[in-house]
């Protein structure tokens, strides 16, 4: 049995940890010798004397292919540390899981994204500035990680699948045990059309003590994250100390300074934290890596002030053409442009957006758009 099969299996023991492997496979028990330890064997790597009996009477190749084949039939799959395809950036992390179970698309776990969360009851404006953001963030080409959360985090996925953009849920469970229940459909369409993950084995089930644990591989897949609202004791800040630790930037959302919603993120703020007043002030930092998304190969070029032609490497969609063209008539207001297009305003001002970071399009004073 290959040390994939053994990591997945060590994986598979209830109460094993991350700090456990790690003693493990320190030991040089990452082999099948593994199969023949006593539960003295296992103390003397530094196991407790309850873990080293489980392991004994338990851990075998045929306990481990039998584990396998239940995660297979769930129609769930899993990548392991050693594996070519594990996300490089969460490999980068202080204690990357040593197993990732997933559904899904798992390239999207190596893709550029920015994570998204905040509190799990928002007000009226922060549901309204995470659907602009994470939709903005996703049409830009960013993958948006949440962790599948009541509020925000839920939010923030839905307006990503909305766009058609790629969304990454990082549950606390284990894949079979969709946390909280009214996202179960959720869940699946993420599964269907992005990627689910989680550390956790199949049977795991919701437990406090799990969610600061997810929250470090939310911050380690991602190149910053971003806490639209929360207060001052929520597990988003858990997320930003994460991404900190992990040298990835952290953005916030300001709110009405008598919002107690808003006091986690306005303290980060004070902190350091990269003041969001729109998806610009994020993907400003990240210009140089966006991708370009599937589809915008075979579109028209956009312009650039530096050259005669204006030719550069960058596609225009056939959505950002439209805009384009209509804004060589002349400068407009964004009311001129919402009645000449009839977009609804989100999307207007993404393609907006979209062409001023590709240098095709300016803001003038007064909300006023004029090409370049």
Known sequence: MDTRDLLFGLNEVEGIGWKSIDKIRRAGLLSDQAFHCRAEDWQEV????????????????????????????????????????????????????????????????????????????????GRRIGEILAGQLSR????????????????????????????????ATGLDNVYPPENRELEREISRKGLVLSEYPLGTKSHPGLFPQRNRIIAGLTLGTVVVEADSRSGSLITADAALEAGRDVFAVPGPVTSPKSRGALELIKQGAKLVTGAEDILEEYISILPVKAGESGGNPSFDPG?????????????????????????????????????????????????????????????????I
């Open 307 to 371: 050259r005669g032609d204006g030719l550069t490497e960058k596609k225009l969609t056939s959505e950002e053409s439209h805009l384009y063209h209509i804004l060589h008539q002349g400068p407009f207001t964004l009311d001129e442009l919402l009645s000449r297009t009839s977009w609804d305003f989100g999307h207007l001002h993404s393609v907006l957006l979209s062409l001023i970071i590709k240098k095709a399009v300016t803001q003038l004073p007064g909300a006023i758009y004029k090409v």
């Open 140 to 171: 830009s080409g960013l993958a948006v990680v949440s962790g599948l959360a009541r509020g925000i985090d839920s939010i923030c996925h839905e307006a990503a699948l909305a766009c058609g953009g790629n969304t990454v849920a990082v549950v």
């Open 46 to 125: 530094g196991l407790s004397a309850k873990m080293s009996q489980r392991l004994a009477e338990t851990f075998d190749a045929g306990w481990v292919q039998r584990r396998r084949l239940l995660m297979e039939e769930s129609g769930a799959a899993m990548i392991t540390i050693l594996d070519e395809e594990y996300p490089a950036m969460l490999k980068e992390t202080a204690e990357p899981p040593w197993v990732l179970y997933y559904r899904g698309a798992l390239k999207l776990a190596s893709q550029p994204a920015i994570a998204m969360v905040g509190t799990r009851v928002p007000t009226a404006y």
